[in-house]
């Protein structure tokens, strides 16, 4: 992984001190609330439902299993809300009266959609001291909120990718470094997010990013990205256009200036809901591109060139993504045990099912990548405690070299296991609870925190992700029903990507109760799903209750149409929506959407 300079650690230790001393003039009173509100937000200080959400930057998903170690203590000794505010969370959670919400928890962090890790019950008096130890391991929340560029997410196999065509981490990291406190962009009409993938598959969710860039190769073997702007969900779900099918590799920063300035120019401030860029460009088609590419000659012409990217200055950050050395079975303290573990692996099932779904190949063929699964009954998706947090950097010191990576569907990847220690690995992450040979599979769903947490959300995600947890247990069954994309938001802001979901769900609020809209057909660009594009609503809202008999219905379907190997989202595109969406609506429950009585 990325080696941080002495630069990034000053940078971020003056950056903490910096936000103790916005946060004591605060507390005290000499900073009042609205001028100290942009001040947190720019460090990822967020004023939550209930209590503060703290959301700490992972750029392109790489942890370090010190950080992994200081995520653990800082969801330890420090997500826990003072008792008075807990009971009051507590009680109005009783008061909505769902028997399938979780009593709420503290002491955890959350893994994100976009590679982050968030907490939500950070009392706001202990924030610098929180910054603090972020920053002891080169961490910060800087620019993990506001209308700026936000963190640079990227696919969680980047530089161990099989059908990699170049590593898109250093890349990642020049785009950190430009983007990081640029004057120009700190105050966007909209917040503003990046994906940039390296590999054939897209698993980086280009299409659905304000830009999303692919590395290739021109005809003439030359490096070079293709340019896609204009993604993003919410409202108005939109999957970007290319605008230049090859951008020379060492132009990636000038053409973004120039993306980013036209869009700061003409974006809208007027209206949130039509602030981001894909706004700008579906209204202004060719003229926007036009206006880039006159930036962006601009840019190159008059400007010296300032952001070209020389070989120097890319062999410098490239240096800092070294592969570890490949390490031997003979790491082992206890050979003989070992050898005890692969032979009572090899006879289970379950360690077979596990290395189909949880284990990839690696462009090194003596390694492989290995998923740990945080997606358990119990717990929110996503959800890690601060003791498996300490757990999975042990695993990491002892099987990946020090690495883990959050992925985008909200489990922890190990990049550097060596082949001969997967029973090992296995036993280890079983024992933690990590081991569960799900992923990719229907209870592998995402899902935002929802209304248990966000001040944002129309209704709870947790509760309903759980409840669909619990009708499908039987690996048996989950592994028949074989590989769906279950996305839920709690809101239309669309942080659990219910837009590129196969089946997805979103909360929504009619007449101050919590209701669920259903979506079907969504794909997010991997080669499972096909290209990027939304689901379509099958009609109108559900209650909370219905939605796990909604899901059922739906994968009934499934079952009776499906043709042999085949998955859900193929049988849903050769069956047709329709056939599904009457699925859907035949599990309404009558009761539920009966006119109250009056008296």
């Not at 099932?349 to 009954?377: C, G, I, M």
């Not at 929802?450 to 409840?467: E, K, V």
């Not at 659990?496 to 919590?514: A, F, M, N, T, Y």
């Not at 309404?588 to 009966?594: K, M, N, Q």
Request: hydrophobic share 40%.
């Amino acid at each position: 992984m990325y080696h941080y300079t002495e630069f990034d650690r000053q940078f971020v230790q003056q950056r903490a001190a910096q936000f103790r001393d916005q946060l004591q003039r605060n507390l005290t009173g000499t900073l009042g609330d609205d001028e100290f509100r942009p001040l947190r937000l720019q460090n990822g200080w967020y004023i939550q439902r209930y209590a503060p959400m703290l959301r700490v930057s992972v750029p392109y998903g790489e942890l370090s299993s010190a950080q992994l170690r200081v995520l653990a203590q800082i969801a330890r000794e420090y997500d826990r809300p003072d008792p008075e505010l807990l009971q009051r969370a507590q009680s109005t959670q009783d008061a909505l009266g769902n028997p399938a919400a979780p009593k709420l928890r503290f002491g955890y962090g959350h893994f994100s959609t976009r590679q982050n890790v968030q907490f939500n019950w950070i009392p706001l008096r202990k924030a610098a001291d929180v910054m603090d130890l972020l920053a002891s391991v080169n961490m910060h929340g800087i620019q993990t909120s506001g209308n700026c560029i936000r963190n640079i997410a990227s696919d969680a196999l980047a530089g161990v990718a099989v059908d990699e065509i170049a590593d898109p981490r250093p890349f990642c990291e020049l785009v950190r470094q430009w983007s990081t406190l640029h004057p120009e962009f700190a105050f966007l009409p909209r917040k503003f997010k990046i994906s940039i993938n390296g590999a054939r598959e897209d698993r980086a969710a280009i299409g659905w990013y304000d830009v999303g860039l692919q590395l290739g190769r021109s005809a003439q073997g030359e490096l070079g990205f293709a340019v896609r702007v204009g993604g993003g969900m919410g409202r108005t779900p939109t999957i970007s256009p290319v605008v230049r099918e090859f951008l020379p590799w060492n132009q990636v920063l000038n053409y973004l200036e120039a993306v980013i300035r036209v869009y700061n120019r003409y974006g809208r401030r007027d209206n949130t809901w039509k602030a981001r860029i894909k706004i700008l460009v579906k209204a202004e088609g060719q003229r926007y591109i036009d206006q880039v590419e006159e930036e962006f000659r601009q840019i190159v012409a008059h400007d010296g060139a300032a952001h070209t990217i020389t070989q120097a200055e890319f062999d410098r950050v490239n240096a800092g993504f070294v592969a570890p050395v490949a390490r031997t079975a003979a790491h082992s303290a206890d050979a003989k045990v070992a050898d005890i573990l692969r032979a009572a692996a090899l006879g289970d099932v379950e360690y077979s099912r596990w290395l189909t779904r949880n284990v990839l190949p690696h462009k090194d063929p003596q390694l492989r990548a290995v998923t740990l699964s945080f997606k358990r009954l119990g717990f929110a998706p996503g959800d890690a405690s601060a003791d498996q947090l300490d757990a999975a950097a042990k695993l990491a010191d002892q099987f990946s070299a020090g690495e883990a990576r959050v992925t985008h569907e909200q489990n922890l990847l190990l990049p550097w296991v060596h082949e001969d220690h997967l029973p090992e690995l296995w036993h280890a992450a079983r024992a933690l609870g990590l081991a569960k040979p799900n992923i990719g599979l229907l209870t592998d769903m995402i899902s935002c925190p929802g209304g248990d947490f966000c001040a944002l959300a129309n209704a709870r995600s947790i509760p309903i992700a759980q409840a669909i947890a619990e009708r499908y247990q039987d690996l048996d069954e989950l592994h028949d029903l074989d590989e769906i994309d279950l996305h839920i938001s709690g809101c239309i802001n669309s942080c659990g990507h219910h837009h590129s979901g196969h089946i997805g769900i979103l909360g929504v609020d009619k007449d101050g109760r919590e209701w669920y809209q259903v979506s079907l057909g969504g794909a997010d660009g991997s080669t499972l799903s096909g290209p990027a594009q939304p689901g379509k609503i099958v009609g109108p809202s559900f209650s909370a209750a219905e939605i796990p008999d909604v899901v059922e219905a739906l994968l009934d379907h499934y079952r009776d149409q499906r043709h042999s190997g085949e998955t859900f989202i193929a049988t849903l595109r050769r069956v047709g929506f329709d056939a599904f969406k009457n699925a859907a609506n035949g599990a309404r429950h009558p009761a539920a959407h009966a006119e109250p009585e009056t008296v």
